[in-house]
């Protein structure tokens, strides 16, 4: 199946600094990415969708100017967590659309554990 | 809005036993239903869909049946192994966008 890599798999920072998130499809083009959070033993929550060369469309709820997503190029998405504080805290997960023809499926990413001090 | 209920784990089971996680959902119109797996350390991957109802999705010996009528989408298994112990979603996608909503998972625990 198609490959979804994440980097970094885990970071720790602090208070106040900003974190960035890479999302790579590795043997696909994909036109539209997906950014997920995740909390202990819950579900995971769509936060925006990301389409290639134009703006990502936000969840309710979720602030754009605090998560800045950017979708350069059709196998990277970046996720940008701007002023991290203790409460952003979570691992965050990406998917890749692959729509080839006959097929529509989403794959996805290991995650990335964000800690902020 | 669109939702998706599963039921809470952790579920414990010996190899070879057989394997019922619940899944009922909320949702508009006819929504696409399916089951993720997440083995310990990596991304979700598929592991079934059914896209209208009646339809069952099957794979590695897993299967689940959309019922309409219950609003269901459960998941079972004749005999699970070890290797089955991993976290499962249920989730649900409407519309052409490809937004998928979760379940809030069920992690299997299968001994040997």
């Known amino acids: 199946g198609a490959v979804v890599s994440q980097h970094p798999s885990w970071v720790i920072c602090k208070s106040g600094t900003s974190v960035k998130i890479e999302c790579r499809s590795l043997?696909?083009?994909?036109?539209?990415m997906f950014w997920y959070r995740q909390f202990p033993k819950q579900s995971l929550m769509l936060m925006a969708t990301?389409?290639?060369?134009?703006?990502?469309?936000?969840e309710q709820g979720v602030e754009k100017d605090k998560f800045l997503i950017n979708h350069a190029s059709l196998t990277l998405s970046t996720l940008t967590v701007t002023s991290a504080h203790p409460e952003d805290s979570s691992f965050y997960i990406c998917?890749?659309?692959?729509?080839?023809?006959?097929?529509?499926?989403?794959?996805f990413g290991p995650g990335t554990r964000l800690t902020v001090l | 809005g669109d939702s998706v209920t599963q039921m809470e784990g952790p579920v414990t089971l010996s190899e070879e036993a057989f394997l019922t996680i619940n899944c009922t959902y909320t949702?508009?119109?006819?929504?696409?239903l399916f089951w993720y797996v997440q083995y310990p350390g990596e991304g979700l991957q598929l592991l079934l869909k059914?896209?209208?109802?009646?339809d069952k999705g099957s794979n590695k010996g897993f299967e689940a049946t959309y019922r309409k009528e219950t609003t269901s989408f459960h998941l079972e298994k004749g005999s699970v192994q070890v290797s089955d112990s991993a976290v499962y979603f249920c989730?649900?996608?409407?519309?052409?966008?490809?937004?998928?909503?979760f379940g809030q998972g069920t992690e299997l625990s299968v001994k040997p």
């Open positions: 998917s890749a659309r692959d729509r080839l023809a006959g097929r529509d499926e989403q794959f």
């Open positions: 043997d696909f083009q994909a036109t539209t």
């Open positions: 990301s389409n290639e060369g134009s703006k990502a469309t936000y």
């Open positions: 949702a508009t119109g006819y929504p696409s």
């Open positions: 059914a896209t209208k109802a009646d």
């Open positions: 989730a649900l996608s409407k519309g052409k966008g490809g937004k998928l909503i």
